[in-house]
């Protein structure tokens, strides 16, 4: 029988043949078959029985084509690629593969260089196809405590979006399908990994977890693989190696034995031993290796795993040259990698083309890393053993001010290019900037506190917004005088603001305002007064905190001596926001529009809308806010300052065009504001600008779609008090009430639990917009037995009015459909918000039409509808005009 012609294959023989050519191990194809490992190797024997040939290979390449990589399912990001031949760990990988199979937690432990690296880029390789959903391999390598979430997330290409957990973010898409994560070099991580994986196993069960590290995790359920030196195939891989740089390299097989014995059959102590084989020959490497061991082995107060390791490494360097070694030392100091420049910082009495010849060499030497893109990176176990070599020449106090110096220049470069192209570069080096940062103690300090702001000013435009005020608070620390201190305490309260974090920013206010001297004058006022704005713009009464109250007369105090036209200016918004009044907004506008700071003029006009909203007059609203929307269009929105304002002007520009019934415009603001936002995506915030004219516009599919994610999520962020959002839910009410899906009482519910009530009317914020749902849901419905009732709550006097019209206009038709008695007197009483809301001024006329049996009235209403979008009501509109026909 001639190889290829097989005698018959029986079906199970084909499904095994199908695996092989897939090229997966015994244990995936028992898995897929739900057969035993030893029934796989039952059939693969009886295959090469059948087919005449000696292998597994010969099989694959018997089999038929083999699928693209695009066919196959999954796929995850980050697997490290090697260009060389992977060598041995045959029971591991088939231990871990099947452990993954079950979705356990699996551990590959085991000492630096025996290759637990290279073991998980093959594992997450071979198992890819059995998770289809995905996921990432990530080196922890260079991460600092408190950051493995936030790379794990930067991984999986996902945004945060506060005030939502960023560990929630991370699970919702790992549950997504059978997802892997793989998470590498763990050992300095261990606890926060722990608790990482923990809540993962908790909320995505089907997720595979393949960890590598020097220790054990210590996780329950998990699955522990030790990875052993090699034993036979350490001889196969330092001939491999050796090969590979001398193809005629050949040795007395008891020789190579002994040296890869001697190496403890660590896998990178004999890769480095074996490039070096080509240059000295085996008896010169067996001389030196000898001469290394007997210096380096057994010592004291190193762990016994480290001891082979750092003889290899320690021989490697001691075959360099002097200005070799004196940048392996320094460039310990990098834990994410660096470039030429980086590097040429740490040696600046070495011109750069020096500099760049050297990390040449080391490169060839396999002693740097090339990672491309013009990059390089010690491996790790390198890296600790040039940290060692560092810290004992006496370099390391200067070496670290180098890098300090190099950190704080490439953090300001990189800020001076936030308009343009920047963000991949950041992420490059922002482990060391931040490594450089936290390495810094917390004391008045020029380049720290340089490193500081800059530092914080990049996270916040790369979307980091807890991180940013972190840096910021660090660089108030290491600011040099109090002015400088005080602005970083300013940007970090900024960057609370934007993400809608009042409480937060009121106590940084506050403490920027203790810690300011009296000079410069004003300076003192200014903060205060920013401070007693947050307590009204940003918090609501129920966590206002006490100190709020003593505000203006500390502000009154502060601001006797303040002539400068920007302070008066704060001073007047705030006194505007606190004693409220038409008059005190608009000579606060004045005041900001005298100074000249855009920001501020923001925040005035601001105070004039609720001035205006309170007295009803929504036309004026919206016109605030189209001059706010026009000022924000050339505000940098990396600025913190900035970005709160743009944020808040976005928020209230969809609700002033809501509020007057224009809801085309409200839609186009949210969308622009999708588009715009620079604070990204909130997993709730940004929806309800949507849901709310998409209900009242009777694109009911789009807000069935819409509102369970926002719920969601706001459970997911805890569900904190969100009273003016609750306004969103009651829509989503709206919508199932008149579309007679049956849940309008379940979301009516969840609106006043997001209110934190159980009584509407007693919820300031949601009282007019859920009066008007209860009503026009009662008019379509037909249930008229509480009329009365609801029609006396539309027409109750409301604390805050922004969705007064509706009410008064929903209430007005529901009393005339019902046939209640004082039905003119709610029509008459209802028509003034016919000139500050187009909604309304359309249910009005519609509402006419049907207490006079006037057709023109509700033709009227059918061409007020059409211009506002509103679908719904149109349709209904319609019907109403031709049952009068």
Known sequence: MLPGEPREVSPREAEVLAGLAEHLTNAQIAHRLRISIRTVESHVSSLLRKYGVAGRAALVALSGPQPSSSARPGHVE?????????????????????????????????????????????LAQAASASFPAGGAF????PVGEGFVLRTVADALGLAERPPQPLESVVAERLALGRSLLVLDNCEHLLDEVGDLVERLRSDCPQAGILIASRERPG??????????????????????????????????????????????????????????????????????????????????????????????????????EEEERALLRRLAVFAGGFDLAAATALMPDTPPSATADVIGRLADKSLIGVVGGGRWRLLETIRAF??????????????????????????????????????????????????????????PDRQAHRLARSLAHLTFARRFHREAIGHYLAAADRARDAVDGHQDLLNAAATAVSIADGPLAFRLLMRAADQIPSEPPGLRAATLASALVVTHRYRGAHDRDPMSEHLPALIEKASAD???????????????????????????????????????????????????????RMRAVQQVCQERLTLIEHLPAHEPSAAAEIVDTFH???????????????????????????????????IPKTIRPLALSGRFPEVFQQAPAMWEAWHQAGSPRSAWMSTAISAAALAHGLAGTGEFDLWRSRALEMARTEDAASAPVLAPFAAFVDARVAVHTRTYDQAATLVERAFAPFTVRWYEAYARAAGAELAVVAGLPEAAERVAAAMPYAEENDW???????????????????????????????????ACTLRSLSARE
Do not use: N
């Open 652 to 686: 209230s520009a969809a609700r002033a065009e809501l509020c007057v019934g224009d809801l085309p415009a409200a839609l186009a603001v949210a969308e622009r504001a999708q588009r715009e936002d620079p604070i990204g995506e909130h997993p709730y915030l940004s």
């Open 840 to 874: 309304a001024a359309a249910c009005l006329a519609r509402t006419r039409g049907i207490l006079h049996g006037d057709r023109d009235a509700l033709a009227e209403a059918v061409e007020r509808w059409t211009s506002i979008d509103a679908r719904f009501e149109r």
């Open 562 to 616: 303040a002539a400068d036209a920007r302070t008066a200016a704060l001073v007047a918004i705030a006194r505007a926001w606190h004693q409220d009044g038409l008059e005190l907004a608009r000579s606060a506008v004045d005041a900001a529009r005298g100074c000249g700071d855009v920001i501020v003029r923001l925040g005035a006009l601001d105070v004039l809308t609720r001035a205006y909203a309170r007295a009803g």
């Open 78 to 122: 980050g697997i490290p690629v090697s260009h060389t031949s992977f060598v041995g760990r045959g029971q591991e990988r088939q231990e871990a593969l099947a452990a993954l199979a079950h979705a356990a937690p699996v551990c590959l432990v085991g000492p630096g260089g025996v290759g637990k690296t290279r073991l998980a880029a093959v």
């Open 386 to 443: 040039a940290a060692d070599r560092l810290a004992g020449s006496g370099e390391t106090d200067e070496t670290l001010r180098l890098r300090l110096r190099w950190a704080a220049g490439t953090a300001a470069t990189l800020e001076s290019r936030l308009d343009g192209t920047w963000a991949p570069q950041f992420d490059l080096v922002a482990d060391d900037l931040r490594a450089t940062l936290a390495d810094t103690p917390a004391v």
């Open 219 to 320: 996780l329950p359920g998990e699955r522990v693989i030790t990875v052993p030196p090699l034993a036979g195939e350490a001889e196969t891989l330092f001939l491999d190696r050796a090969r590979a740089i001398d193809p005629g390299f050949a040795a007395e097989p008891a020789v190579v034995a002994e040296v890869c014995a001697r190496l403890d059959g660590l896998p990178l102590a004999i890769e480095l031993a074996a490039s070096r084989v080509a240059v000295l020959g085996m008896d010169a490497l067996r001389v030196g290796l000898q001469d290394r061991l007997r210096l380096l082995s057994g010592a004291r107060g190193r762990p016994p795993r480290h001891r082979s390791l750092r003889a290899v490494i320690g021989w490697s360097y001691d075959l360099l």
């Open 138 to 141: 990530i080196d922890l390598t």
